[in-house]
Every structure is written in C-alpha cells, then in structure tokens.
C-alpha cells in the first residue's frame, strides 16, 4: 500500500442550487427533530426485504443499541447543513471518516441505491406526504446523491490504491499466533490463507474482521492493527477487547466469539488495512496522542512507526484508564515513548485508589500479567521508562495539565463521551479544530466531524 493515501474529490457547496438550499434550510430542523422515528422505520423495512444486510453486513449489536440508525441518517442530515451554511465545518473529513469504513466493509456503488429507496420511503411515512411535497423530496435527493456519490468516487479510489476489484476487500486469514494480555484482552496474529502477503498498512489503520456465528450470520467488526507484525514482514496484528453486556446493551458478538473460540490455526475473515487515523511519521510538527482505554491500540501502531523511523519530533502521550489491572499496553506504551528521543507519556488512572501509590515502573509491572513470553523484558522496559520521565496520575485525563506544545497535531482515540470531553478541553486549550484528529470505537464517529 502507497505511503499516502487518496484524497475526497473537492465538493462544492454550489453544486446545490439555491432553489434547493432554501429548501433544506427551511425543512432541516424537522427532519433532524424527526431522526429517532425515520430510522428504526428505515432499518425495519430494508432488512425485512434485505435480510442478507443484517446478517453479513451489519453489526447486529450495534443495531440494537441504535447507534447505527442514528448515525447513518445523522450523516445525511449533517452533510446537508455543511452544504447550505457556512460556518458548518466542511464535510470533507467526514466524508472521507465514513469512506475508509466503507472501504473496510467492501461497500459497493449499489447499495447505496438500497439505502437511497428505504431512507426516503421512511421519511415519507414519518413527515406525511403533505409535508414531503415532491419540492421537497427533490432537494433532499439531491442533498443525498451528492453525498454518495462523492463517497462512490472516493472509495473507488481507496480500492484502486488497494489494488483489488471494488468490494473486493476480505481475505482469509489463518491466526498463527493468540496471546490473552489479561482476562478480557486479547492479541491475534493472522496470515492470508491464499498464501499472497497482507499488504503494508499505515500506523493507525484497522481491519474488519468477518466470524460466522452458530446461527449462520457472518457479523463484522474492526480493530486496529497494533504495532509489528509479530508473525513477521505480511502478517496482521490486533487486538480484541471482550464486551459484555451491560443493561439494555448487548454483549459484543464478534469480539465475543473470537475470544472463547478462535484458537491458533484458524480461519477468519480479515480485510486489508484501512482508515484515515493516520501519523505522517517523518513529519517534523509536535504530536500529541491521546487516547483512553482500548483506544490506546491505535497508538501503539503510531509509536511504533515513529520508533521505527528514529522519529526526532517531540511527542507526547497521554493515556486514560480505570485503574492500572485494565492498563494492559501500559509496559508496551512506556517503552516505546520511552526510546524516542523527545517523547513524553503522563497516564492517568480514575480510581484514586488503585493508582495513589503508583510510580511508572509499577504500572508497568502490573501491563500484562497473563503474558506467557516477555512480560519480563516488557517490565524492565516501562520501569526504564519511569526512570526517563513517564508520569502517572489519578482522576480524569486533563489536557491542559499537560501542557501541550504549541502547533502540535492531536490524534484522539476512546469512547463518544471521552472524545466530545476531550474535543472540549482542546477547544479551551486554543487548539485549532483542523489540528485534530479522531478516531471512535462506534458507529457514529463521523458526528464529531
């Protein structure tokens, strides 16, 4: 894969005439008032006809939790504000944010026609047919297929850069090598069955993963690519964080069902590499990377770029947790930022307690305490990291604390409320918004755009 990746296609807000902006300025409170009823209405009856979407497409989990719904249509809704006002950021990061996930599903050019005919046939029976006069259907159409198309456009380009046929994206992958870093995460090793090398990646990409589960459906879920290869030079290394089920939300099936079944010598589905969370490690611009959780995983593929390269720049790292037992990269971070030459880590731990009498080296001895080769030498390696300035504190992340440089680039990765916390404290900070870059574990991160 090319070192750099494709860019969107500029869009012109122009491209709307001003018949239909008006339009959309004026009906865009209702139909974004209305999001909670069009989707589950729009979703219901496109699965009922398509039922092969839900079961090898969609995230199952995700659908029920309705995060999907909402931000699919969200997306719509918020591309139409970009292109009838200004002061909306451009929507070109958000495009190209929802285009790399495409790509990593193998969407093609005629699902969107799919999605197209349920998303308007709900809105119709949501708004009445008094409301959605065919003025009205005609600017919100257009509003849509100047979206897709610039998505279609774009992720054409993301599977030429591949080198493979649109949608062509999954490979099978034979798991040479799973390690349990604790009891609810996990690092699997594939290589491609077929015998053709996985492709380079750049640091900070994902892949999706594909499991049949009992009932016959192929789910889909991605996770980020973490560091080296560690079954060598065309080989894919992620991790996978057990998710259970908490009140109304489902256990996560993919992550799951790796976990308890998957074992060395296996076949799964896996995609090549994707996503636009990407470091250009021989740049010379301050880098700050925060991240929370299993949200450290990108990260660690940045770090590893930039050690790789003998990166020079100054980087700073800063890392939430619960508590110290769930900080399983913690030896791994530490290390890392540890041998470059201007690198800085400062973790916090939210449980006061867990973390009070905390210094650098003991957090890391506690990172990976199922580790079956190396924790040892990966211990060592975080408590030179404490001896060269690696900081731990207690409560919430606090990026003013910090003291960020000036100029610097932020890439953010971890939850919807811990990114919208952190945009906010950037914003405070004086970091400009086009400095900073997201990346969330769920469907919907494209609204932080």
Avoid at 362 to 369: I, L, Q, S
Avoid at 416 to 442: I, K, T, W
Wanted: one cysteine or more; aromatic letters at 6%.
């Amino acid at each position: 894969m090319s070192t750099t990746l494709p860019g969107l296609r500029p869009i012109e807000r122009t491209q709307l005439s001003q018949e239909h902006a008006d339009t959309i300025r004026a009906t865009l409170p209702l139909v974004g008032s209305k999001i909670d009823e069009i989707t589950p209405l729009f979703y219901a009856t496109m699965f009922e006809r398509h039922p092969e979407l839900i079961d090898n497409l969609f995230n199952r989990g995700n659908q029920k939790q309705g995060a999907q719904q909402r931000a699919l249509a969200a997306s719509v809704a918020t591309f139409a504000a970009a292109l009838v006002n200004e002061s909306v950021p451009d929507p070109r990061d958000l495009l190209e944010r929802i285009g790399h996930k495409h790509a990593s599903l193998g969407i093609t050019p005629d699902q969107y026609q799919i999605v197209h005919d349920h998303l308007f046939e709900a809105i119709v029976k949501v708004l009445g047919a008094d409301v959605v006069t065919p003025d009205v259907a005609a600017a919100w159409d257009a509003v849509y297929w100047m979206m897709a198309e610039s998505l279609i456009g774009f992720e054409q380009d993301l599977y030429a850069q591949a080198g493979v046929e649109i949608g062509d994206v999954f490979r099978r992958g034979e798991v040479v090598r799973r390690r349990e870093l604790s009891e609810d995460v996990l690092r699997f090793t594939v290589a491609a069955q077929d015998g053709q090398a996985f492709p380079a990646y750049l640091p900070g990409q994902y892949v999706s993963v594909g499991v049949t589960l009992p009932d016959g459906a192929r789910q889909l879920r991605q996770y980020s690519l973490v560091g080296e290869p560690e079954g060598g030079a065309g080989t894919l290394t992620f991790a996978v964080k057990r998710v259970a089920a908490v009140d109304r939300l489902p256990a996560g099936e993919v992550s799951n069902w790796l976990a308890d079944h998957v074992q060395e010598g296996d076949v799964i589905d896996v995609t090549l590499p994707f996503g636009d969370l990407v470091v250009d490690v021989r740049g010379a611009e301050p880098l700050v990377l925060v991240s929370a959780g299993i949200g450290t995983t990108p990260m660690l593929g940045i770090l590893q770029a930039l050690h790789a390269d003998g990166a020079q720049r100054p980087v700073t790292v800063l890392h939430a947790e619960a508590n110290r037992g769930a900080d399983v990269f913690a030896a791994e971070r530490a290390a890392l930022v540890a041998d470059l030459p201007h690198g800085r880590l400062i973790t916090w731990y939210g449980d006061p307690q867990a973390g009070q009498d905390l210094d650098p080296g003991t957090a890391a001895d506690a990172a990976e305490p199922r580790e079956e080769a190396g924790a040892g030498e990966a211990a060592a390696a975080g408590r030179e990291a404490g001896a060269r300035g690696a900081e731990v504190r207690t409560g919430r992340l606090d990026v003013a604390a910090a003291g960020l440089p000036d100029d610097a680039l932020v890439y953010v990765c971890g939850s919807n409320a811990f990114l919208q916390g952190v945009r906010e404290q950037l914003s405070a900070a004086g970091v400009a918004d086009e400095r900073v870059h997201f990346e969330l574990f769920a469907p919907n991160d494209w609204l932080l755009g």
